[in-house]
């Protein structure tokens, strides 16, 4: 089922059957093409679900790692060539969403959530380590029978 | 006919449930034996009418019924007879069929084995059980109905979708399922246990074997699953992050929790109100899973049956079953108190750190997955959440989980000295420690990924090596002790391990890929790393179902032959669908993965060509964490707590 309604979607794109970064677009110059790769493969392809443009096959993807190289070889930075795409396609674009506005709250749920845990846990080991009235009352007579006998068969 | 009959034992096995959900759960409440009693003959019977309409479904692919709206949709006489066969749950309406064939089959599982399960127990789950196998008919029968036929039997069918005509995907489906739905007994026990009010110790040993069944199941579903995404996509990758990826992964990470949580029950009756808070929630996320690949909610790559219709209704069913859960654990959470005390540093704190990381981990990859829908409603925003953003935020809980791992698997229950533990791993650490620093060494100016990973792998799987031979001790015989452990030991060991092997497979992978994309010319040879590739001659094939154009490629290392390779790239022409089938000549060390393009105007053929140390390792680290599994599964004393006969009248409570 894996990338099964993509390749429905793409049907149409497959005139030119193009599978994802073509030799034709790779630029002579091997730092800006790291470059260009390491930044298409943080952008998503806008009719694809759910993939890069760095492994998606649509036309579309294709003219937007054209246009991204073309932006790095006019002489942009990272950041600069990835703005341009964000500010004509909007951060629908982004594989890695911004930190600004409520986004801080995407990123900071793993921490924060993390904080919580360790403290609920944390509280709950105190609380057990303190609790010393049954030492070792980990089952009561009858239950101690009932697994000895499970255990016997 | 056989339709007929597979559509009737369908509506039949809805009675059938209904009785078993209401006569036990009233009988268990006023305690009427009698009718209580219903619910074994009841799951037995759910289980083999269902499992009759599934095999007349199957009857129907098998011989290419195209009277049925199903097969036409998804089938084709020309097909091969194993993706006939597997086409029966390659489409929704079959799916849902084996989805509810495995609840009624948990459910006669337990019925079956479940002779020393108190009988008021035994009769509230398999009525739970029974719950969840009525919700999931009811939504085949009304919104999904397999067995629709068609008011014109087309010649032909519309052939299943190439890219599953894959022998990796035929039975990733079902072993998925396997996993998603043991989930469901766990569930069933902890809402039984919460109408009963009573959780122990032997509740504990009940529930965890078939959390393990289901956490293994699910670990060989998205083994195979990223396993066949590596080589039938082409693009060289194992997991994407998809949003139904992420949904089978959240129970797995549940499911695994749960496993040591039960532990915790079961040895010291403490963590029992969270140990079923997971058990309820692990299923949960199954819930949520099936309705993100079957809503069409949110977008992904994997979109099964986009039809809100469907989706609501399996909304509904998650909201009944979640809510009436959770009030219920509201409602009696406070009664199960802690009875085992235990130190700061102890077994039990370690399995607590080890519950912390994955639940939030789980908590992690939900947030993002839900984050694009949470934008867009609240915030207005339209963003995507992909890959970079869960590789930032969820390998640091898998690094910690790694680091605390081999420390807390040696601490002694109750009370222990973290430094004494800690100092017996100091040479195992420093050789961890020396493995990553000589990886970080030999590689130039790249990213810590690499020996990160390698030290972790090697930390990890050293620290359980340890670990088993602390457990031989000194004197006679050690290696006669270690053979005479316990499987469950055994089985914690391999799966920890496994967990390692698989770290340092996607450490070697993400950290050491080399790509080339290239045009090669016939006979003209061109190099990729230390590789020398030459393409020898492409050719057009005709299959069965397809046709093909097929390269080869010689590869060779320093003169000396590796390999010769022949990729592939197919045209479905029933499905109108290309796919890409990527050579690879898979070694320990290293996959040499090679994929064909076109042809280029220049006469010459496109060829991308990986080399991804230690790929293998990926897939080898999962069947170990599935053999721990089931080697802790296979240990006497769960054969004995799910297997023995009546081994006692229990009297009601």
């Not at chain 2, 999931?136 to 039997?153: D, E, G, K, Q, Y």
């Not at chain 2, 590689?443 to 810590?448: I, K």
């Not at chain 2, 390698?454 to 930390?459: E, P, V």
């Not at chain 2, 080339?516 to 050719?539: H, K, N, W």
């Amino acid at each position: 089922m894996r990338r099964l309604a993509l390749i429905v979607a793409l049907i149409g794109a497959f005139a030119s059957a193009a599978w994802a970064v073509q030799p034709d677009e790779v630029l002579d110059d091997p730092v800006l093409e790291l470059r260009a790769r390491a930044l298409s493969k943080g952008l998503r392809c806008l009719v694809c679900r759910n993939e890069s443009i760095d492994e998606s096959n649509a036309s579309l993807a294709r003219d937007l790692r054209l246009l991204l190289r073309e932006r790095l070889v006019a002489g942009d930075s990272d950041a600069e060539a990835v703005d341009f795409i964000v500010t004509r396609y909007g951060e629908y674009v982004l594989l890695r969403p911004s930190i600004d506005g409520v986004n801080w709250l995407l990123w900071a749920a793993g921490p924060l959530m993390l904080l919580i845990a360790a403290g609920a846990g944390g509280l709950y080991v105190r609380g057990r380590s303190t609790a010393g009235a049954r030492q070792d009352a980990s089952l009561t007579e009858d239950e101690a029978a009932r697994l000895r006998d499970i255990l016997k068969k | 006919m056989i339709t007929e009959l597979g559509h009737f034992a369908l509506v039949l096995a809805l009675g059938v449930a209904l009785v078993q959900m209401v006569l036990p759960m009233v009988g268990a409440a006023l305690g009427w034996r009698g009718w209580m009693a219903v619910a074994e003959p009841a799951a037995g019977a759910q289980f083999i009418l269902i499992a009759s309409a599934f095999g007349a479904l199957m009857w129907a692919f098998i011989t290419s019924d195209f009277s049925l709206q199903v097969v036409v949709a998804n089938s084709h006489s020309a097909k091969p007879m194993l993706y006939k066969i597997s086409g029966t749950w390659g489409n929704h309406e079959g799916s849902m069929l084996l989805w509810v064939l495995i609840v009624a089959l948990f459910g006669a599982m337990a019925a079956w084995f479940g002779g020393n399960l108190p009988d008021s127990l035994r009769a509230r789950v398999l009525s739970v059980q029974a719950a969840i196998g009525v919700a999931f008919l009811c939504f085949i029968i009304f919104t999904s109905n397999p067995f629709a036929r068609m008011a014109v039997p087309p010649f032909d069918g519309q052939d299943l979708n190439p890219l599953l005509q894959d022998p990796g995907l035929a039975f990733h489906p079902p072993f998925l399922y396997l996993g998603y739905v043991g989930l469901s007994m766990a569930f069933s026990f902890a809402v039984a246990a919460l109408i009963e009010g009573r959780v122990d110790a032997a509740w504990g040993r009940w529930v965890r074997p078939w959390t393990l069944a289901a956490w293994i199941f699910l670990t060989i579903g998205i083994a195979l699953g990223s396993w066949w995404a590596y080589y039938e996509l082409g693009w060289g990758g194992f997991w994407f992050w998809d949003p139904v990826e992420n949904a089978s992964f959240m129970p797995w990470l549940l499911a695994a929790a749960l496993l040591h949580s039960a532990i915790v029950v079961e040895k010291r009756e403490s963590l029992k109100s969270w140990t079923i808070l997971l058990a309820i929630l692990a299923f949960g996320f199954s819930l949520i899973g099936t309705f993100i690949v079957r809503s069409g909610l949110l977008t992904s790559v994997h979109a099964f049956a986009n039809d809100p219709e469907r989706g609501v209704f399996i909304l509904l069913i998650l909201a009944f079953f979640m809510g009436g859960a959770l009030i219920l654990f509201a409602l009696r959470a406070g009664t199960m108190e802690a009875k085992g005390v235990f130190g700061i540093a102890s077994r039990e704190s370690a399995l607590i750190v080890n519950n912390v990381l994955l639940a939030v981990a789980c908590f992690v990859v939900f947030v993002g997955t839900m984050w694009p829908l949470l934008a867009e409603m609240f915030a207005g925003r339209k963003l995507s959440v992909g890959p970079p953003f869960f590789n930032a935020a969820f390998t640091p809980f898998m690094v910690l989980l790694g680091l605390a791992l081999p420390v807390g698997a040696m601490l002694p229950w109750k009370r222990a000295q973290l430094g004494r533990t800690a100092w017996r791993l100091r040479y195992v650490f420093v050789a961890a420690l020396a493995i990553g620093g000589l990886v970080w060494a030999m590689q130039t100016g790249r990213s810590l990924i690499g020996p990160m990973g390698m030290f972790l792998a090697a930390w990890l799987v050293m620290g359980t090596m340890m670990d088993l031979a602390a457990r031989t001790g000194r004197g006679a015989g050690p290696l006669r002790r270690l053979l005479r452990l316990p499987r469950a030991d055994w089985g914690k060991s391999v799966a920890h391990a496994g967990l390692g092997v698989t770290m340092m497979g996607i450490a070697g992978l993400t950290a050491w890929t080399v790509e080339d994309i290239t045009v090669a010319q016939i006979d003209v040879p061109f190099e990729v790393g230390d590789y020398e590739m030459t393409l020898r001659s492409v050719e057009e094939l005709r299959g069965p179902n397809y046709l093909a154009t097929r390269a080869v490629i010689d590869v060779a290392k320093g003169g000396d032959f590796v390999a010769t390779l022949s990729p592939e790239k197919r045209i479905y022409p029933v499905a109108q669908m290309p796919t890409t089938e990527a050579a690879i000549d898979q070694s320990f060390l290293r996959d040499l993965y090679l994929v064909i393009g076109d042809q280029q105007s220049s006469g010459g053929w496109a060829v991308r060509t990986y080399i991804k140390p230690l790929t293998v390792w990926i897939w080898i680290g999962c069947a170990m964490m599935a053999l721990g599994g089931t080697l802790s599964l296979s240990d006497r004393r769960f054969r004995v707590a799910a297997g023995a006969r009546k081994a006692r009248a229990v009297p009601a409570e």
